[in-house]
């Protein structure tokens, strides 16, 4: 669990990404000029994807092998494995929430239902940070680009994010939808699916 | 090594039997004849008192040949009346008189009226909704004219025909193939999630090459999938590809796969693309169970099977499909099979080959006669 003290060292990489978000923010706002409530939840999430995507590739990619080598002698694969997760999910948290300050400040904040909008949004981004977790996981071993990481991980992103869009709109009393918590319980459904399977699957990848 | 003995196919018997089956739906398929339908009326409203003379084209129909053509209008089980005079114009023509009677049997206007025309060659032709009966005088006591006995002694069709639905007509056919590549792919990606749990756990690389052959077919007969479902849905919804979630989460699911040939073909390491290609096969093929099953199913679709539509079962699958239905399944099945294992021995040749002319290549992990 050490290690997420240790990414939140590289202050500077941090930094970059949340510049990166406000320009993202500053120039949908700019093109835009005014955002209504439909364009808002959809641009919330798809800023909030490209950038996470940006900013989690360089969390398995920047470290050299050596540094593997390292945590492979001192922890569990399991324990290295949450641990990613976790501080994935505590950065998109972050990103989301700072991307969600700019818009509020720049265009506003439409969501009426705060509770549904808040969980959901917390299940969504807790699957999208595994997925990219798992993700960047096999386009590291793969020497891999940044090109095939958004390959692999946006259609598999897709489901939740889906669900994400549909809970946000219902949240922001566009559409009305009794049965809303069903996708709720869907995205903690595959969130935990996908959870196990990369428990599951990890030592296997973690060992070349 | 190869004598005169070993030169032949191995597991002919379900080669052969595959192919025979397919064979066997292609032909049977295309050939086994729609049973008879309605296409068009001339008039599909009336008032409750009309003389009505409706002319009828029917579709595979013989009216002209058969000799004893009835026909009925039928408003509830207890409520029909039978035209008066019916007379056939061509084979599928037909002009058939009914009178209305004045005392409708219910309060409700327009009452919906299903019309029935039998004959001995064609048997019972239903086509429900047909006539719209506005609701003139309402007297729900003197339903007289109405015949309250319930209609029986309808002729059967004869031989094997396929049901005529109105908006599928000849594309029913397409049960066996589109429906049925789905089903295959599903099993063919099931042997590779197999295999890919099998490398997994083993570490043995002929386990790897197979996994990778039978995704590298079911993703083939995805693709298959899409298509014929963009054809069928030319014909039935009248555009390749309308904005639907069971269709956008099928493009998806292939991308996902997609994907994975990328992946695989984006390292020449054995081992590491064994292992993250496993890894993923596994992942996507968990990510296709909600793509196709669920989200498709808790929101609006057109296609059956999705948002309240009924799939398999029901009127839509008869005996006569499931006659063709389920030896395509099993036979694209097979015939996938078959794909896959030319796919192993083209890839494990492959491998020895490379193996044999460089010496320094990563040696191949576990490999055992792949043949």
Redesign the interface.
């Known amino acids: 669990m050490k290690d997420l003290a240790v990414e939140f060292r590289q202050k500077y990489a941090i930094a970059g990404i949340f510049l990166f978000v406000f320009v993202m923010v500053f120039l949908v706002f700019k093109a835009y000029g005014t955002i209504n409530a439909r364009e808002w939840s959809i641009l919330i999430w798809v800023i909030l994807l490209f950038t996470g995507l940006n900013a989690i590739i360089k969390s398995f990619m920047q470290e050299s092998s050596g540094t593997y080598l390292y945590y492979y002698t001192l922890i569990e694969p399991i324990e290295l494995l949450v641990s990613k997760i976790i501080y994935n999910f505590v950065l998109l948290t972050l990103l989301f929430l700072f991307i969600i300050g700019l818009m509020f400040v720049f265009v506003g904040f439409p969501v009426k239902d705060l509770s549904l909008f808040s969980i959901a949004s917390l299940g969504g981004i807790l699957g999208i940070s595994a997925i990219f977790t798992f993700v960047s996981i096999i386009s590291a071993t793969d020497k891999g680009s940044g090109t095939m990481m958004s390959i692999l991980a946006l259609p598999l992103i897709l489901p939740i994010f889906l669900l994400l869009l549909k809970t946000t709109t219902v949240s922001a009393r566009l559409i009305s939808d009794t049965s809303v918590y069903d996708d709720v319980m869907l995205i903690y459904g595959l969130d935990s699916m996908l959870i196990g399977l990369m428990i599951f699957l990890f030592p296997n990848l973690w060992r070349s | 090594m190869m004598n005169e003995q070993n030169i032949r196919v191995k597991g002919i018997y379900w080669k052969a039997a595959g192919c025979l089956l397919f064979l066997y739906v292609l032909i049977g398929g295309m050939i086994v004849p729609l049973k008879s339908g309605v296409t068009q009326l001339s008039t599909t409203s009336a008032s409750s008192g009309d003389t009505l003379a409706i002319t009828v084209t029917g579709y595979n129909t013989h009216f002209a040949e058969a000799k004893n053509n009835r026909a009925w209008l039928k408003i509830d089980s207890a409520h029909h009346i039978q035209s008066y005079n019916v007379k056939a114009i061509d084979e599928n023509d037909i002009v058939l008189s009914f009178a209305i009677p004045n005392a409708m049997p219910t309060n409700e206007t327009p009452v919906a009226a299903t019309l029935l025309i039998d004959n001995e060659i064609d048997g019972v032709i239903v086509q429900p909704n047909a006539i719209f009966i506005t609701n003139t005088r309402t007297d729900t006591t003197a339903s007289a004219t109405w015949m309250a006995s319930a209609l029986g002694d309808f002729n059967k069709v004869q031989g094997i025909k396929f049901p005529y639905r109105n908006i599928l007509n000849e594309t029913i056919r397409n049960t066996f193939f589109h429906v049925a590549l789905w089903f295959a792919m599903f099993a063919l990606l099931f042997a590779g999630v197999y295999y890919a749990i099998q490398y997994?756990r083993t570490g043995d690389y002929t386990m790897d090459i197979k996994s990778a052959s039978y995704t590298k077919v079911a993703i083939l007969y995805g693709m298959m999938g899409l298509l014929t479902g963009a054809i069928w849905g030319k014909f039935t919804w009248g555009t390749y590809w309308p904005n639907d979630i069971k269709l956008n989460?099928a493009a998806?699911?292939m991308?996902?796969y997609v994907?994975y040939l990328?992946?695989r073909g984006?390292?020449t390491d054995y081992?590491?693309r064994a292992?993250?290609s496993?890894?993923?096969s596994?992942?996507?093929f968990?990510?296709l169970i909600?793509?196709l099953f669920?989200?498709p199913r808790?929101n609006d679709s057109l296609h059956p099977g999705n948002g309240g539509n009924p799939a398999l079962g029901g009127e839509d699958l008869d005996h006569t499909l499931r006659l063709f239905f389920y030896p395509s399944i099993i036979a694209q099945i097979l015939l996938g099979l078959w794909m896959g294992q030319l796919l192993i021995r083209y890839e494990a040749i492959k491998e020895r080959l490379l193996s044999k002319n460089k010496i320094n290549q990563t040696p191949i992990v576990g490999q055992s006669n792949p043949i």
């Open positions: 997994l989460m998806v699911a991308m996902m994907a990328i992946l984006s390292t081992d590491k292992k993250t496993a890894s993923y596994i992942f996507a968990l990510a909600p793509l669920i989200i808790i």
